[in-house]
């Protein structure tokens, strides 16, 4: 499953979960420049290194913008990016909210 979003400040956040080769996450930050092209890319993911792939712990793999750091590093770096729920679940932080103006019925 891959996702893209759309960030407040106009960039994205593209997220894509693996469940199938290394369950974990994956996420790419990016801004596009005046022709379209990604700049300022920060890359981070997380892989599960047991089957308990609901609980992040200290033996997975963390990485952000190419180094391998521990779940603390990461859990800071990724706070400008990420947020936690109240029920433990990581959300994109200040994506756009969307209005549906109106719905298309039969």
């Known amino acids: 499953m891959s996702e893209y ?3 407040e400040n106009g960039a994205f956040l ?13 996420y790419e930050y990016f801004e596009l420049d005046a022709s379209g092209e990604p700049i300022n890319e920060v890359k ?15 033996k997975d793999i963390y990485e ?11 859990y800071a770096l990724t706070r400008k990016y990420l947020r936690t729920t109240v029920t433990g679940d990581e ?3 200040n994506e756009v909210e ?9």
Do not use: A
């Not at 997220?15 to 199938?20: A, I, L, M, P």
């Not at 969307?98 to 039969?106: S, V």
């Open 5 to 7: 979003h759309l960030l």
């Open 14 to 26: 593209f997220k894509e979960n693996d469940r199938f080769e290394n369950y974990g996450e994956y």
């Open 44 to 58: 981070f993911s997380w892989v599960s290194r047991d089957t308990d792939y609901w609980t992040y712990q200290e």
């Open 64 to 74: 952000f913008d190419g180094q391998i750091c521990t779940y603390e590093e990461w």
């Open 91 to 93: 959300e994109v932080r």
């Open 98 to 106: 969307w209005t549906r103006y109106c719905t298309f019925k039969h």
